[in-house]
């Protein structure tokens, strides 16, 4: 018997987890880069066809008020893997130089002892990869963290530390049906964070004559529109040839708005990250009529694109323009997905959203802020910080004084300035912005300081 029984109950257990297990959705997150929110079809594109997304859509739910929690890459993804606003982690902006984080009041890399969204999902059990776009230190910063460090089994990146391999920026989506054809029996996660839109641009012959009938611009920027469509359509060939399609929630979506059309010509250009390719001159993406571009809070460099499809559970051909969602809510979200709890000692500032994915209704409790920091670019890139809550939106500008107030529910492109009709509702709102930037650091983590960086400050700071 006492060889017996802990057989048994082995057994049992194994069972047990593996029961678990199978009931865990898998889960794939795809996140685009410089998507415009009108860059889908679906979305009302005047010139870029995107069959699989709109099919995605078609079979899922379309949400409208999906606000990403800044308007450039890094900060924004920071939100999505730890489910807090990234100036919490002094993530105001891209990573970059080591130089040019000192000057930002930057880290060199995110912290990986921070809430970390794969490893939380690692400790409920999921297979963890993550593909395609890193960012959250950059190919200058050499010494920066690998992405196990942060909770993944398995990675395969580029714009990473240049002491890891770069992978193809072309292959994320064909990385990822690897990843998913190795794990099929088991419960998984994948971050699959593409190339397209973001410079450089690489468009292949067969797209481009797809769009021939387009002028220059229009065609290059079509062209890697559509071909990262077709790869996002084999993926759910994939799901559905290995019997997943019901088991396997998908999302689709986009960490800012469109990138400023700049520079002339055919322009090819270096870029460290992914290689030669095309400038932003061809970057042509629309926001359907949205305010504001990529680097502005306005909703076009916010709003962006926010799909749900997971057959038998989302409900198909749904539009949802009123439910406001943000990016630091896919944290809580897949936690609660997964079956696990939010660790005690985590305080995330998202939500969980499953109500919504569901169909259901659901009221947003918590408000939704931004920061941003860096250089104006042009009109639409003043603001400093901003709040949502309860479809109304204020962004202010606390150096210059300006402000504007918008009601989201019947001014979906904020067009109609209200500060002057509601000055309390304007007043409550910048107090509540005041009172959240007290609860943020004034620096950075030293720990997540590179080398370089270590020997800077040791040259600026040592005795004569």
């Not at 942060?150 to 002491?163: A, H, R, V």
């Not at 529109?225 to 994939?238: N, P």
Request: net charge negative; hydrophobic share 35%; glycine share 8%.
């Amino acid at each position: 018997m006492r060889t017996t029984i802990p057989f048994v109950i082995s057994i049992i257990a194994l069972t047990f987890q593996s029961c678990s297990t199978r009931e865990q959705p898998n889960i794939i997150f795809i996140y685009a880069d410089d998507w415009g929110y009108a860059d889908l079809g679906c979305h009302g594109s005047t010139f870029i066809q995107t069959p699989n997304l709109d099919q995605m859509a078609s079979e899922g739910i379309d949400f409208h008020n999906f606000s990403v929690s800044n308007p450039v890459c890094s900060p924004s993804r920071t939100a999505i893997i730890t489910g807090q606003f990234p100036a919490r982690h002094s993530v105001h902006g891209h990573f970059a130089s080591v130089e040019s984080h000192i000057e930002r009041n930057m880290p060199d890399w995110l912290d990986p002892d921070a809430p970390m969204l794969p490893r939380m999902l690692k400790n409920a059990g999921y297979t963890t990869g993550h593909f395609g776009k890193w960012h959250l230190s950059n190919n200058h910063v050499p010494d920066a963290p690998s992405p196990l460090q942060y909770g993944y089994d398995e990675y395969s990146c580029f714009n990473i530390s240049s002491q890891f391999r770069q992978m193809n920026a072309d292959s994320s989506i064909y990385k990822t049906i690897d990843f998913i054809e190795r794990n099929k029996d088991k419960a998984f996660f994948a971050n699959v964070w593409i190339h397209a839109t973001h410079t450089p641009h690489y468009p292949k012959e067969s797209y481009l004559d797809q769009y021939s009938h387009l002028n220059e611009q229009q065609q290059v920027y079509a062209a890697i529109t559509s071909e990262a469509d077709y790869r996002i359509g084999l993926l759910f060939d994939k799901l559905k040839e290995l019997k997943l399609d019901e088991k396997t929630i998908v999302i689709f979506s986009s960490d800012n708005g469109p990138e400023i059309t700049g520079g002339s010509g055919k322009k090819i250009f270096k870029d460290n990250s992914t290689g030669l390719g095309y400038g932003t001159y061809y970057s042509v993406g629309e926001t359907g009529g949205l305010k504001g571009r990529k680097r502005s809070l306005y909703a076009g460099g916010v709003r962006t694109p926010f799909i749900v499809r997971w057959p038998g559970v989302v409900p198909a051909g749904r539009i949802d323009s009123s439910t406001a969602l943000s990016g630091v809510d896919i944290l809580p979200t897949f936690i609660e997905l997964a079956g696990a709890q939010l660790p005690e000692s985590y305080n995330p500032d998202g939500e969980s959203i499953l109500e919504a994915i569901k169909g259901q209704d659901f009221t947003r409790k918590n408000a939704i802020y931004w920061q941003w920091l860096f250089p104006k670019i042009n009109s639409h890139h003043w603001q400093t910080a901003g709040i949502q809550e309860d479809n109304w939106k204020l962004l202010i500008n606390e150096d210059t004084g300006i402000k504007e107030l918008y009601d989201i529910s019947v001014d979906w492109a904020e067009q109609q300035n209200l500060i002057t009709q509601f000055p309390k509702k304007a007043g409550i709102l910048e107090t509540k912005i005041k009172q959240w930037e007290k609860t943020l650091p004034d620096q950075p983590n030293e720990s997540c300081f590179s080398d370089q960086r270590i020997e800077i400050i040791t040259k600026v700071t040592k005795p004569l």
